[in-house]
């Protein structure tokens, strides 16, 4: 036995919104849990309390995974986004559970992220067994003046963002309302992020050790492929063995089914949970763009304004027979990243608007998602965009907001992918699915998938609520 080698509970490989909300509620229930991250604590350039924008999460492994620079916002799926949806490209493929099983776990969520929201002026908001745990934020400055003539000239139904921040100026919360958020490293630990919000309550439980700068190398099998032993592990170059009865993977879109491909067997040979072949496919996502209401000078104020959102276009209607879409406030958007060429323009049109974008679902089918090999996911087909759709989407908008007074731009840029879920997705046919209803790998008894990609379908708001909440959910019955 190697002298590195060690037992726990419980091992958690990642720090994403799943995996510290997995460890969390496993601490909470009493496990001894070991959590593993290939990078490391994020250390910002210097240190003041600027927000940092130009560091590229995306491509680095840090504690907290991508939720370092989400947008907070905190979002329920609605009840419907649970069964099967007729779309324009196909239909979605519904869960293995409804909306009712997760419903306390989006309570506790909620509370654990401290989600300010509200119900009032919501369409079709799915029931609530405990209230909001904090009141909305309100519309700030310019944000306010839109929303009211929305209600008053466009007849539009105008809904708050539900937000998880530290903010309680009569307590000495820390957020301060800044006009960052959306793409941004917060330096006041304001934003609740995977760390902030999930990773350091458990830690705090004294039941936890973090485990930066490790690899994991593979999933480790009883002799019969049928029960989860724990890992192989590297770290300074060692290799080592955690042994563990509870194994959780957060490893993102492609890490995920790539370490559960890496760690096939003689009794799995295509993988743990590929006997069906659903491994890295069934991608799907979020189709996203951006819709600018033009204002002059407005971004002179530098007000906060992700606050507010339109989700009135949610299903289908008399006259569209698909879900159209929702439209979302964004926080200050920085012209970074764009052209020489371009830059002047954009700067323009930024500098004089209220940043909005629209988003709809895109789908998915047995083609999209990745070919595997024991390091590398290559992409085989994207999510199914819902083309007419999202051009309904961006019209609809453009409309409304000219209702209310606004001249809007839309730029005709590719719509971006956001969301990203389905890659070992659950469901009740192993032929279809990696991961049964309780996010355990078909067939490898205590080995769980606990971020996005377990998740069959996307619904058209934001997921993080639901990646916690499923989270909390699998480590309650894990």
């Known amino acids: 036995m190697n ?3 060690f037992s726990c509970d419980a091992l958690v490989i990642g720090t994403g919104l799943g995996a510290s909300s997995f460890t969390y509620g496993l601490a909470k229930r009493g496990k001894d849990v070991v959590v593993i991250e290939q990078g490391d604590y994020f250390r910002p350039p210097s240190p003041d309390l600027a927000p940092l924008h130009n560091f590229n999460f995306a491509n680095l492994a840090i504690v907290g995974g991508l939720s370092k620079s989400y947008g907070a916002a905190m979002y329920r799926l609605r009840e419907r986004d649970f069964q099967p949806i007729e779309m324009e490209r196909g239909p979605t493929p519904g ?3 409804s909306y009712a099983d997760l419903e306390p776990f989006y309570g506790e969520a909620e509370r654990l992220f401290k989600v300010h929201g509200s119900s009032e002026h919501e369409i079709a908001e799915p029931p609530r067994s405990t209230p909001w745990p904090y009141p909305p934020i309100e519309h700030q400055g ?3 003046d839109l929303v009211r003539r929305l209600r008053e000239k466009a007849d539009m139904s105008v809904s708050y963002v539900p937000l998880g921040k530290d903010y309680d100026p009569a307590n000495g919360g ?3 309302l800044c006009r960052h958020c ?10 609740m992020d995977a760390e902030v919000a999930a990773l350091r309550p458990a830690v705090a439980t004294g039941r936890v050790r973090v485990m930066t700068h490790t690899e994991c190398l593979r999933i480790l099998t009883s002799p019969d492929g049928r029960r989860a032993t724990g890992a192989l592990l590297r770290r ?3 290799e080592f063995t955690v042994h563990a009865s509870i194994v959780g993977l957060g490893c993102g879109l492609r890490g995920t089914p790539i370490l559960l491909y890496r760690s096939r067997t003689s009794a799995q040979p295509n993988g743990l949970g590929n006997g069906g072949g659903a491994l890295g496919r069934y991608w799907s996502a979020h189709t996203a763009g951006w819709v600018f209401a033009m204002s002059p000078f407005v971004q002179r104020q530098k007000f906060h304004q992700k606050t507010f959102a339109m989700n009135g276009w949610y299903e289908h209607s008399s006259d569209w027979p698909y879900p159209t879409g929702i439209v979302q406030s964004a926080c200050y958007i920085e012209p970074t990243g764009i052209s020489r060429r371009f830059r002047y323009f954009a700067q323009a049109i930024l500098a004089h608007s209220l940043h909005t974008f629209v ?3 895109a789908v998915s089918s047995r083609e999209t998602g990745f070919a595997l090999s024991d390091n590398e996911a290559k992409t085989i087909a994207p999510p199914l965009e819902n083309v007419k759709s999202f051009a309904r989407l961006r019209r609809l908008t453009i409309q409304m907001y000219r209702a209310a007074g606004y001249p809007a731009i839309s730029p005709p840029l590719k719509p971006t992918s956001y969301h990203s879920t389905g890659t070992a997705r659950m469901g009740r046919d192993p032929n279809t699915s990696v991961c049964d209803e309780r996010c355990q790998v078909h067939d490898v008894a205590g080995l769980h998938v606990v971020d996005s990609t377990v998740l069959p379908s996307s619904g058209c708001l934001n997921s993080g609520l639901t990646v916690a909440a499923n989270a909390l959910r699998a480590a309650a019955l894990a």
């Open 174 to 176: 820390a957020c301060v």
């Open 182 to 191: 959306d793409g941004y490293w917060c330096p006041r630990d304001a934003k």
């Open 142 to 144: 310019p944000a306010a």
């Open 3 to 5: 002298k590195d080698d």
């Open 95 to 97: 869960w293995p559970i």
């Open 359 to 361: 988003m709809n679902e």
């Open 236 to 238: 300074d170059g060692r």
